[in-house]
């Protein structure tokens, strides 16, 4: 079946390090997405990860995949407020068709 | 190089109406994929369309359906409105066989009353 999951909300200070975790069901899946939105806007691709690959490192970004487990995180270096948003992991499950998880709201505190 | 658009931004209707959505894919993609947001949640998949084609469909039912235009946009068509079609109508748009990139729109935002 295909369940993304997510935990609900994260709560940094500025500076720190935000991990934030998504776990996806389908072993199938070729390339695992992470979105950022900001209220009121659509979806802005971040980075994506090839399913052969452990990590993948993008400036501030860094995204870990564990395939063995299904866990997939990304890890966003000295986050900023501007970085407060939610969070969307995705997994493609064929045909481009993305299933995405139950978001990530963090909140970022000066 | 323009980046995916929708119209319009917001909509409001009544039940049992029937409404239209616009994308415009982003300068030299062939696929578009519609998704609904429902508040609080992550996107659902609606379909996909590549070359003018139905190319997959999510768990949605015969009266949401889609066009695609020769100069790959596309449109969005909901009949028989229902409360629970309240919603924000993201689409998506990739250059099939070539790139699992896929740019998102800004939505549309969807109010049925």
């Known amino acids: 079946g295909e369940d993304v999951e997510q935990s609900l909300f994260l709560s940094v200070r500025e500076g720190d390090s935000s991990v934030i975790n998504c776990t996806y069901t389908d072993s199938s899946s070729t390339y695992l997405y992470w979105y950022k939105q900001e209220p009121g806007a659509g979806l802005q691709l971040l980075t994506y990860i090839f399913s052969n690959m452990d990590m993948k490192q993008d400036q501030r970004l860094t995204v870990l995949l564990n395939k063995k487990d299904k866990h997939l995180s990304l890890r966003i270096a000295d986050t900023q407020t501007g970085d407060s948003a939610i969070y969307f992991c995705?997994?493609?499950?064929?045909?481009?068709?993305?299933?995405f998880g139950t978001g990530t709201r963090l909140l970022v505190s000066p | 190089e323009t980046g995916v658009t929708q119209s319009p931004t917001h909509l409001i209707k009544t039940r049992g109406q029937q409404v239209t959505l616009r994308c415009s894919s982003q300068s030299g993609h062939n696929t578009v994929s519609w998704y609904q947001q429902a508040l609080g949640q992550g996107p659902q998949f609606i379909f996909q369309?590549?070359?003018?084609?139905?190319?997959g469909r999510g768990n949605f039912p015969p009266r949401f359906s889609g066009l695609q235009f020769p100069n790959y946009s596309s449109e969005l068509n909901v009949n028989a409105l229902e409360l629970d079609d309240s919603a924000l109508y993201l689409c998506?748009?990739?250059?099939?066989?070539?790139?699992?990139?896929?740019?998102f729109g800004p939505g549309t935002r969807l109010t049925v009353t």
């Open positions: 369309y590549y070359r003018e084609e139905e190319n």
């Open positions: 995705a997994e493609n499950t064929g045909f481009q068709k993305l299933v």
């Open positions: 998506a748009s990739s250059l099939a066989g070539i790139s699992y990139e896929q740019y």
